[in-house]
């Protein structure tokens, strides 16, 4: 069987996030990295993938795809096992609890975590835009206030669906790995439970495996 194809950088955020559900799952795959200076995203032939010129695109046979956490469910469908069923979608109560957690990450967590990271990273990196200390700072804030809500939800829970890793928790990956290399870091240290889940996600091996793959590309 051909390895299904993941177009966009390792290095990407929301491409990191359909690889490690591909780690979590053991599944093959080749990522085809697309150049942004030569704007190869915005391309034809990208386009074809992703009408809204956007990363990553997914590829399996004749199925293609976009929207990264799209991409994570049909592979976390494609390739479930006894070993890795991180939807739950045999238990009802489960998967409606993954569900939400999802939800959550996507309209909650996401808009208050990301434009830390862009403030802090992208933007001074990529695009050499000065950080704007002021959105940072009033990001910082909605992050807590979620960070209250995880921390409470965490304190009966190993993980935010329940006692069981699932697609909720490893779809913060990306932005919470990210903000980590932030100068605010130090933040998740004022919750216990949630740096304590934090680390247990970052001690699972599709982590290290997507280290790895992340610190090829840097090299590349």
Known sequence: MAPVKVFGPALSTNVARVLVCLHEVGAEYEVVNMDFQAKEHKSPEHLARNPFGQIPAFQDGDVVLFESRAICRY?????????????REGDLKDAAMVDVWTEVEAHTYHPAISPVVYECLFNPTMFGVPTNEKVVEESLEKLKKVLDVYEARLADHEYLAGDFVSFADLN???????????????LFDSYPNVKAWWERLMARPSMNKLGAAVAAASKA
Request: avoid cysteine; charge should be positive.
């Open 75 to 87: 592979v976390l469908r494609k390739y479930k096992s006894a070993e890795a069923d991180l939807l």
């Open 172 to 186: 913060h990956l990306p932005y919470t790995f990210a903000f980590m290399t932030t100068p605010h870091a130090s």
